[in-house]
Antibody
Framework: QVKLVESGGGVVQPGRSLRLSCAVS????????MHWVRQAPGKGPEWVAA????????YYGDSVKGRFTISRDNSKNTLYLQMNSLRVEDTAVYYC????????????????WGQGTTVTVSS | NFVLTQPHSVSESPGKTVIISCTRS????????VQWYQQRPGSSPTTVIY?????PSGVPDRFSATFDTSSNSASLTISGLKTEDEAVYYC?????????FGGGTKLTVL
């Protein structure tokens, strides 16, 4: 059974940093692209970032480009999201998600979601 | 970038069939896979369709999807509606550098 467990959320002041983690089990992690998706209170999901299965390519949404960094450690079956220069509008539940196909040259969606971790940016 | 447009809400009775549309503003709907996600209140999203028309294990075959290039839209069909299907449904697709979600359709089963 594939399981994704996010952690690292919390309350942080504007301008500060936070690192989210997503521990993955039940599959060969290094074979799958991964995504971070966030959902602000009362809003729909917003794609944040994606990373290829081998970490060789990374993609970012316009609202986080230059501030957030997605990475992965395939030896630890863990996905990360380093969030710098946080803004009030980054307040959301952050979900990690697994791409459906193995070794896809371009991650395209999510077939398994984590339960999410909440990030609140407030002074 | 492109936009995916969904109806804000739909409602139907138990046992009936409902179709939720998702129209892509630019670029062909057939060029990139479309996914559909279900989100019940207070819960994480779950995937009901990926890769245009594939169902993850555990998703009943009451859920199906297709796309229509003439209208540049994808559609999610839920047949034999159950009260547990009441949720918000989001479509999602992508291009070479960005992933886009539709605004969501609230399905009420009454």
């Amino acid at each position: 059974q594939v399981k994704l467990v996010e952690s690292g959320g919390g309350v942080v002041q504007p301008g500060r940093s936070l690192r989210l983690s997503c521990a993955v089990s039940g599959l060969i992690f290094r074979s799958y692209g991964m995504h971070w998706v966030r959902q602000a209170p009362g809003k729909g999901p917003e794609w944040v970032a994606a990373i290829l299965y081998d970490g060789s390519r990374k993609y970012y949404g316009d609202s986080v480009k230059g501030r957030f960094t997605i990475s992965r450690d395939n030896s630890k079956n863990t996905l990360y999201l380093q969030m710098n220069s946080l803004r009030v509008e980054d307040t959301a539940v952050y979900y990690c998600g697994k791409d459906p196909k193995k070794q896809e040259p371009l991650p395209y969606g999510v077939d398994v979601w984590g339960q999410g971790t909440t990030v609140t940016v407030s002074s | 970038n492109f936009v995916l447009t969904q109806p804000h809400s739909v409602s139907e009775s138990p046992g009936k069939t409902v179709i939720i549309s998702c129209t892509r503003s630019s670029g062909s709907i057939a060029s990139n896979y479309v996914q559909w996600y279900q989100q019940r209140p207070g819960s994480s999203p779950t995937t009901v369709i990926y890769e245009d028309d594939e169902r993850p294990s555990g998703v009943p075959d009451r859920f199906s999807a297709t796309f229509d290039t003439s209208s540049n839209s994808a559609s999610l069909t839920i047949s034999g509606l159950k009260t547990e299907d009441e949720a918000v449904y989001y479509c999602q697709s992508y291009n070479s550098s960005t992933w886009v979600f539709g605004g969501g359709t609230k399905l009420t089963v009454l």
